[in-house]
């Protein structure tokens, strides 16, 4: 449900404290605490889900078996969790199935109406707006939206435009609204709040777009995302509300699972950006040069001109940018988060399998971090290469992943 995935809801005794968004509730005479798991991302969707279940529990028109109460902790998918909460009908408790589609159902209206009375913006508009072609081409590019409306936001605009009349965001006006959007290109076109109605402003960069307070982007016909400055709140897809996944939380996590959480992953992240930014295809591998098997290997390859070393530079983020736009493989030490070298060619002996549905760089970058990984001392030695392709799509390829079936003896020490 909402593309939460399995293992992120839990119901929990109200001692143990969650990380994430919880709420803590009177069910007969116990407290419970039901929320997320503590290594799920925050999404307002998953907020809300958390608060509209909450609210249905503590209403008394559900019921729940008194052993979910005395659980120490108890971590499940929704499914598992809903399998214990039953809402009493006219034939008898309901299923799981019914209590989380009735469950489902509450929060998209909560969603709708919330966004519609507090911020005068109907989400149906936006559905109506993607479904407008102009000139035979789909709904693309984006619209921000301004509800300060003391804001001064002339400096925001790198293109304003004036029409005789005004131009509100409303139904009426979706045909002119959609023709203005087919020349934004990758620009915004920007609405500003004034007297309880959004008005047409002109058009924004890009790059700035995210100092507006709402932002809606249109990828497809009844598909757009909606943002709350940078913060990505949900995606509408075919009427259905859905989490907006973000491919480099997932990087990290298994940056994390790799190296472990002591590092600088937050400096990583903009590293990261730039890599999802680049048009063509690159690759980012992140390794310990600390590690002797590593730094021996790496010198090795640039002794035999397999690659460029960078010895230093202003901004990484800013190098990533640049550097990745030629053939190869940028190669980034994991306790500076800097970039060492740059047009790596990755080659290495066949220890696994290759993948012949991925190109030759996936396959070669693989074929490479098992080798590295399998003739370090103890298979001891850490890497992690993520790989961006060119239609968009991100694969992480981890050093743990190759470990022989010792890896477990081997981690622990």
């Known amino acids: 449900m909402m593309d939460a995935g399995s293992g992120v809801f839990c119901v929990e005794e109200a001692p143990v404290e969650p990380v994430s968004y919880s709420r803590t509730i009177w069910f007969g005479n116990e407290r419970i605490r039901i929320g997320l798991r503590k290594d799920v991302a925050p999404s307002l969707l998953l907020n809300l889900l958390i608060d509209v279940a909450a609210d ?49 159902r509450d929060v998209q209206n909560h969603l709708s109406q919330s966004i519609s009375f507090g911020l005068s913006l109907q989400l149906a508009l936006f559905d109506s707006l993607s ?20 804001k001064d936001t002339s400096s925001l605009l790198n293109m304003p435009i004036e029409a005789v009349g005004e131009i509100p965001f409303e139904k009426d006006r979706l045909r002119q609204i959609r023709k203005l ?25 890009k790059d700035v777009s995210a100092q507006f307070e709402w932002r809606v982007r249109f990828t497809d ?28 939380a997932a990087v990290l996590k298994d940056l994390k699972g790799e190296f472990g959480p002591h590092y600088d992953w937050v400096a990583a992240r903009p590293l990261l950006e730039s890599g999802v930014a680049q048009q063509h295809g690159t690759a980012l591998i992140f390794m310990d040069f600390q590690d002797r098997h590593i730094s021996t290997w790496m010198d090795r390859l640039y002794q035999h001109k397999r690659m460029i070393r960078l010895n230093s530079c202003e901004d990484e983020r800013t190098a990533v940018q640049y550097l990745s736009g030629m053939d190869g493989a940028i190669l980034i030490d994991v306790h500076t988060m800097k970039v060492q070298y740059f047009t790596a060619i990755m080659d290495g002996r066949v220890f696994v399998d290759g993948d012949l549905s991925r190109g030759a760089r996936h396959n070669s970058i693989r074929t ?46």
Not at 60 to 67: I, R, S
Not at 132 to 144: D, I, M
Not at 224 to 248: M, T, V
Not at 372 to 388: C, G, Y
């Open 368 to 413: 490479f971090i098992a080798d590295l990984v399998r003739t370090s001392p103890r298979h001891s030695s850490k890497l992690a290469a993520v790989i961006f392709s060119e239609d968009g799509g991100t694969v992480t390829i981890c050093g743990k992943q190759f470990l022989p079936p010792a890896r477990e003896k081997f981690s622990a020490n």
């Open 181 to 205: 959007l087919a020349g934004a290109g990758d620009h915004f076109l920007v609405f500003q709040r004034q007297g309880g109605e959004y008005l047409c402003r002109g058009y924004c960069s």
């Open 221 to 248: 016909v009844l598909d757009w995302e909606f943002y709350h400055y940078e913060y990505p709140l949900f995606r509408f897809l075919r009427n259905d509300p859905k989490i907006i996944q973000d491919p480099i």
């Open 56 to 104: 249905r529990i503590e209403s008394g028109n559900t019921f729940m078996p008194p052993a979910v109460g005395r659980t120490n902790s108890c971590t499940a998918p929704l499914t598992s969790v809903a399998s214990t909460l039953f809402i009493p009908s006219v034939n008898g408790p309901c299923s799981p199935q019914q209590w989380g589609e009735d469950l489902y």
């Open 131 to 150: 479904t407008h072609r102009y000139e035979g081409a789909g709904c693309r590019g984006g619209l921000a939206f301004e509800g300060d409306e003391n």
